[in-house]
């Protein structure tokens, strides 16, 4: 595997409000839709040339019906396009405010602080239609959504039932608590990445199967002994999921730290994954290390991966280096990546 070239995607005025904060990347056809962590919105991208052109900007209110309503983030941390559908996913991750080092009193009160925000409850389903020229849109009619409040979702409500995960459930994002980050969708089968927990070095894959309920709610089937999951534990040098792509039979999975310090990004391949059954730790002779990806030391990391063509990967980082973004012309410089 090697960097092969770079590609320009042009967001013009949108530049400024979602390039420092990319999460998600997903294609359909001609069109790129990529998300930010700060928002509920996804932008949309059309093919020019050798990169992509800002089309428009789409509030998932407008599809979904979200439990914080349309102006609260729902940290999309991860897309998915399978059979003509947008795949949606946000964190589901508790927050710990920021203390104010100014103000030391107000700083314990916050670090004290454990937030909900009821938009991250989110697994969504999307159709997409085609438009001329090779391109889609997203439409609301066919929309699912695993039932979320709140407070909670259906999908924390099934993690709890697991008695190594539920503890996780209730400790914020970054402090190796429960944060879903990468999503790859085959059929019903859904499988979900963990930035945290990491349990004892081994990163974390649920696998479920979701189904059309009514009234456009997303339900998961019962596989193992009731439970509604399957958990699939992989040694991956201590990294977390960030995000997950289906190659073949396989997935590729993109990894970075857990916690807040700054670590390695690395590409890892999960052989055979689509044929996998059952719970259970995935043999080390199944994972190989395709590549070391760089990041920087206080940001630039690789967040999101999908493909451009069956060979070839775009990745997008969060926080990005100066030399990525243009505020001038709104063109954000992403990597790729050629499978050998």
């Known amino acids: 595997m090697s960097s092969e070239s770079e590609v320009k995607l042009a967001f013009r005025k949108r530049a400024a409000a979602v390039v420092d904060d990319l999460s998600a990347a997903a294609i359909a056809g001609k069109t790129l839709f990529v998300a930010g962590d700060e928002t509920a919105s996804i932008e949309v991208l059309d093919k020019r040339g050798s990169g992509f052109s800002y089309r428009d900007t789409v509030d998932l209110a407008d599809f979904l019906a979200l439990p914080g309503g349309k102006n609260a983030e729902a940290d999309i941390e991860g897309m998915a396009v399978c059979r003509d559908s947008l795949w949606v996913l946000g964190s589901h991750a508790l927050t710990r405010p920021r203390p104010d080092r100014a103000d030391p009193d107000d700083a314990l009160q916050r670090i004290r602080t454990i937030e909900r925000q009821p938009n991250r409850f989110l697994l969504a389903r999307i159709p997409l239609l085609p438009r001329r020229g090779g391109t889609f849109e997203m439409s609301d009619r066919g929309t699912g959504m695993v039932d979320a409040g709140r407070r909670s979702s259906s999908l924390i409500k099934w993690v709890s039932d697991d008695a190594v995960l539920a503890s996780f459930t209730a400790l914020p994002s970054k402090e190796n608590g429960f944060d879903l980050e990468g999503i790859a ?133 969060d926080s990005p280096a100066k030399s990525r973004v243009n505020r001038k012309t709104g063109t954000y410089t992403a990597d790729t990546l050629t499978l050998r």
């Not at 059952?278 to 940001?299: H, I, M, N, R």
């Open 185 to 317: 969708v085959v059929g019903e089968r859904v499988f979900l990445g963990l930035r945290g927990p990491v349990l004892r070095g081994y990163a974390v894959i649920l696998e479920f199967h979701l189904t059309d309920g009514k009234r456009g709610a997303l339900k998961a089937r019962k596989l193992e002994g009731g439970r509604r999951f399957r958990k699939h534990l992989l040694e991956l040098d201590g990294l977390g999921l960030r995000d997950l792509v289906v190659y073949g039979d396989d997935l590729l999975l993109l990894t970075g730290p857990t916690m807040m310090a700054p670590g390695p990004a690395r590409l890892y391949r999960w052989h055979g994954a689509l044929t996998a059954r059952g719970s259970g730790l995935v043999p080390e002779a199944a994972v190989s290390l395709e590549a070391d990806l760089q990041t920087g030391l206080s940001g630039d990391n690789p967040e999101a991966i999908t493909f451009l063509d069956p060979e070839t990967l775009l990745v997008l980082h």
